[in-house]
């Protein structure tokens, strides 16, 4: 049975106390620079509340770069005191040699988290996956791509080596999909044995990225999670809601319910 987790990157505005602002890098900085112990506790409060057992730690929660080892500790202890099981490090990162990944995995081995779930860049893909099964394997950790611009599957599989190397895969975000136009279900049919992790994300309409309620807006989510759930996959399925001008936990907590009633 799938497992059921929040992405705390659906706070990205929440520093900014949802300002309308439609600048992911600034809501980045501004988490970074806020985010100490007793912001991130309020966050794995307002989590758990809201029903989830499990939490995805986007970067600007505990950044591999700019928060140091007992951030990233208090981050696993904080989870870990409310329940929440860490079930990947989500964001993105630019590498063009092995020991440019020791940072990014290194913090995600402090957290205890088995996934990688984002993007990785700088080199072109036929170099990029051989050298990420390499830090993979160095570090025991796996790498789920996460889909933006590709709008087919060929693009999504080709940035981990179509299959070629185990410690890559796919971390699929519907919304994403749904922006670009791609049918999430058949993404998700083409990927199923790449998916590692799924970015369960609805948007309000083709071609933009105002994220909504799962289930309410144009990507076939219920589609998605009854063809994972009948072929038998069972990884965590990350709930993903991210609005610059709005708490997204009313949405989320809608999300969470019509999820549990598809998986039954």
Not at 20 to 30: I, L, N, P, Q
Not at 47 to 67: C, R
Not at 129 to 156: M, Y
Not at 179 to 196: C, S
Request: hydrophobic fraction near 40%.
């Amino acid at each position: 049975m799938p497992q059921l987790s929040f992405i705390s990157a659906n706070y990205v505005a929440r520093a900014m106390n949802y300002n309308g602002v439609e600048d992911w890098m600034a809501h980045d900085a501004a988490t970074i620079q806020s985010t100490n112990a007793e912001t991130f506790a309020a966050v794995a409060r307002d989590v758990k509340n809201a029903g989830f057992n499990a939490i995805d730690i986007w970067t600007g929660h505990a950044n591999y770069a700019q928060h140091d080892a007992q951030h990233v500790a208090d981050v696993k202890r904080i989870c870990a005191e409310h329940g929440l099981q860490i079930t990947s490090y989500a964001g993105g990162f630019s590498v063009q040699k092995l020991e440019d990944f020791d940072a990014p995995f290194e913090a995600m081995g402090a957290l205890g988290a088995p996934i990688f779930a984002g993007g990785i860049s700088g080199l072109p893909d036929e170099e990029l996956a051989p050298l990420v099964q390499a830090a993979c394997e160095k570090h025991d950790v796996r790498w789920g791509f996460e889909n933006h611009p590709q709008k087919t599957t060929a693009e999504i599989l080709s940035k981990i080596g179509n299959g070629e190397y185990s410690h890559c895969g796919v971390a699929l975000d519907t919304g994403w999909c749904g922006t670009q136009g791609l049918d999430a279900l058949e993404a998700a049919k083409a990927v199923r044995e790449q998916l590692f992790i799924l970015h369960l994300k609805d948007v309000e309409a083709v071609g933009g990225h105002d994220t909504c309620a799962v289930g309410e807006g144009v990507v076939p989510c219920e589609a998605v999670v009854k063809y994972l759930l009948d072929s038998g996959w069972n990884g965590t399925i990350c709930i993903e809601h991210e609005p610059y001008n709005r708490d997204p936990m009313p949405e989320i907590l809608r999300s969470l319910e019509r999820v549990q009633n598809w998986i039954g």
